[in-house]
């Protein structure tokens, strides 16, 4: 009877992950050639292609892309079960750049869940934009790092969570004024959202207008919750005072975004590999 093989699920991910067989093989400790056996021997388990290969490295199938939230959400649960059979205490110091258009409660949640589970350990988050983050793990400023991305995708992330839509947010009571141009709230020239709402507006044509710049996505929520204008923002950025903007107001459609943690970059202390572990299959569990 065929069986799902754990080793050979870790080597999806990590490929997946790392974007070609090359670059994963010293990460699993194992050849380029083990590394291709044993993602062959899983295609032979599924009885289909999971992964697509050309010059620049790899992408997932459909059925890849359906059994990597299988092999994260095994590989996690496997994971979480020896360290709970072991006893196996965290203790030490982390720390954890977040953007700030992550989900609030969900961060919430895996934080609660850590502290709760392995009191010693001493864990400091800074809430940052996303291009700090990335600049704030790249010079070491931080252990992980937690960040949104935009299409077209081309920064490979531990994927924390489905990906999720994009809306045009405004007051409840907020209404466009006839003729005039959009009122449009950002963030700082250097967010990436903000690049990307303000070119889907000019390639459909909208004349708009920056009515307000905000300093983070708290002070972009107080805006958008004042009536102040429409922001481009990530679903679970809504609050009670804010609702989308109905289809048919002459609005581009929007992409989803994704969230998760920067990859590995050399070599990780145990602590921030288990923490980036525990991470991974709290979200998926």
């Not at 077209?152 to 141009?181: I, N, T």
């Not at 009515?211 to 929520?221: D, E, R, T, Y």
Request: net charge positive.
């Amino acid at each position: 009877m065929a069986h799902l093989d754990l080793a050979q699920l870790r080597t999806l991910i990590a490929v997946v992950e790392a974007g070609s067989l090359t670059a994963a093989a010293p990460q699993l400790f194992l050849s380029q050639s083990a590394v291709s056996e044993q993602v062959k021997k899983l295609e032979d388990c599924i009885g289909k292609p999971l992964l697509l290969r050309s010059k620049t490295g790899v992408l997932p199938t459909a059925a890849g892309t359906q059994l990597l939230g299988h092999a994260r959400a095994l590989v996690g649960m496997a994971d979480h079960a020896l360290r709970d059979m072991r006893g196996l205490a965290l203790q030490g110091a982390l720390k954890l750049a977040v953007t700030d258009y992550f989900k609030p409660d969900a961060l919430a949640r895996m934080l609660k869940a850590l502290a709760e589970r392995h009191p010693a350990v001493r864990l400091e988050v800074s809430v940052l934009r996303s291009a700090e983050v990335e600049a704030a793990y790249a010079q070491g400023q931080c252990d992980l790092g937690l960040v949104m991305a935009l299409p077209p995708f081309k920064q490979r992330l531990q994927l924390l969570g489905p990906e999720e839509p994009m809306v045009w947010a405004r007051a409840r009571q907020w209404a466009a004024e006839p003729g005039q141009p959009l009122p449009l709230l950002v963030l700082p020239d250097s967010c990436a959202l903000r690049h990307y709402a303000e070119t889907r507006l000019r390639q459909q044509g909208v004349d708009y207008v920056v009515a307000h710049q905000a300093s983070g996505v708290a002070g972009l929520q107080s805006a958008i919750a004042a009536g102040l204008g429409v922001a481009c923002i990530n679903a679970a950025v809504l609050t009670e005072a804010m609702a989308p903007v109905l289809p048919g107001a002459g609005l581009p459609r929007l992409s989803r975004v994704r969230f998760g943690l920067l990859p590995v970059q050399g070599a990780e202390p145990a602590l921030v590999q288990q923490v980036r572990a525990l991470l991974q299959s709290d979200w998926v569990a």
